[in-house]
């Protein structure tokens, strides 16, 4: 009896195709040609560690015993009464420190020789008669010294690279290395240091074959000439940090910080001159003078009233500063890459005044709202709010969030000028300074630290009086109009022009004397804090044009 719904399967139904079988088998190879070969990768890599242990064990004892004959030696000569004169160096680590401004023909190719190609470029060196002589000649532009098996070994593993096609690739494992250099026996880092350190005999001087390692600027240190040991110090310093690229995220984000600080804490000590000069360009019979202005408020309210209104301030300048150094550099990056290259460097300064402003723009935005503040706390005799919170929820409950903004295009006005002549003037900033030496009669190399930045800050704060006598009008606006409440409908062009007519042309410029000294000040310890953190002499976008002209 057949059971109903069920059926049997016919013999080539079940039969499976060739060409699957065939598929099958195929895989099937294929797989066990992978296993024998990862074993066999396995078994080699195993090999080549065991390989490596036994070449590192060998050159520790190498070193050890290296050491122990020199400190033998040493014992030797000091027991005999005699001095140890250690063996000549054979190696060298050089660093060029100057850029390619001023630099005569024959040094300008020992360097291009050497693979020293822009400021910061190290490289190793085998110390022989003509490279004695090679380095001798371009010692104005380079520090170079003996470096020791620990200096090596760091600088290999934290910053080596090797050349591969013509790429630079980072050495991240010793497969890269045996790749490229295992026909010389060199298969791993540690044979890499070695023949460094040992001045084996496949290492050969940077003559074209070598690829350049940049490095971080270092501000201690950095003076010209063989430091022997000395210069491992700076070595260190620099292998312990990771070098900012130009351009990129983390070199913007550190602009960004630079102009806090150069903005937020600048501002901050001048506040007890913003706050006299506000009180007098609001009311103008105040105070006599200054010092009129800070001993009754000093009576008044004690040290602290000298300081009123310093917290937004410093919030206001901070955001102000990190937004204005930051975007200048993405602008300026900017708009020379719309210009090209040759209209960039042509028109530079045309380009430094645009970034600038763009810059500006976007940072008073940021500081608008904490101005406003700062105004409102700093001109009112009596107390305006007991703390910034406090004084903050005020104006937003009484005027909202237009209340913090009012100020702006007057704001703009101010501030858009003076960052305009500051930025041009940083760019600027050798002219200015060849100037001031010139006129003083003798070079820079000349004056001791302390002397070049006292040249810095009066440099600065000329530059500071030319920022403060463009923008002060717009300065005594911003007060005025912070001070005033619009009435309804009442814009903030209308009420601009009002407070102009009433105040006439001497009440525009009242306060400057102050607003000098303050902005004079301010600039001047900018342009420390910018020369301290040594920006070099031209700005970025000029050497990279320079590097392109000069190659």
Known sequence: MATKGLTVATEEQIRVPETLLKKRKDQEKIAIEKATALAEKRKKAKENRRKIFKRAEAYVKEYRAAESQELRLRRQAKASGNFYVPSEPKLAFVIRIKGINKIPPKPRKILQLLRLLQINNGVFVRLTKTTKEMLRLVTPY??????????????????????????????????????????????????????????????????????TRKFKHYVEGGDYGDHRNLELQIIMEIVEKKPIQLYSGKYYLTCAYGGILACGITHTFVTPLDLVKCRRQVNPNIYKGNFDGWGKIYRANGFGGLYTGWVPTFIGYSFQGAAKYGFYEIFKKTYSDLAGEENAHKYRTGLYLAASASAEILADIALCPWEALKVRMQTSTEPFAKSTVEGFNKILKNESISGFYKGLTPLWARQVPYTMMKFASFEKTVGTYQYIYKNLGKPKESYNKIEQLGVSFLGGYIAGVFCAIVSHPADTLVSKLNNVKKAEGESTLALSSKIVKELGFTGIWRGLGTRVIMIGTLTALQWLIYDYVKYDSSPFLEQDLYKIIDQ
Do not use: M
Request: some cysteine; hydrophobic content about 30%; aromatic content about 8%.
């Open 142 to 211: 380079i520090s170079y010294g003996e470096p020791n098996l620990k200096s090596v070994r760091e600088l290999i593993y934290k910053r080596g690279y090797a050349k591969v096609d013509k790429q630079r690739v980072p050495i991240t494992d010793n497969s890269i290395i045996e790749q490229n250099l295992g026909k010389f026996g060199i298969i791993c880092i540690e044979d890499l240091v070695h023949e460094i350190y040992t001045v084996g005999p496949n290492l050969s001087n940077p003559n074209g074959g070598w690829s």
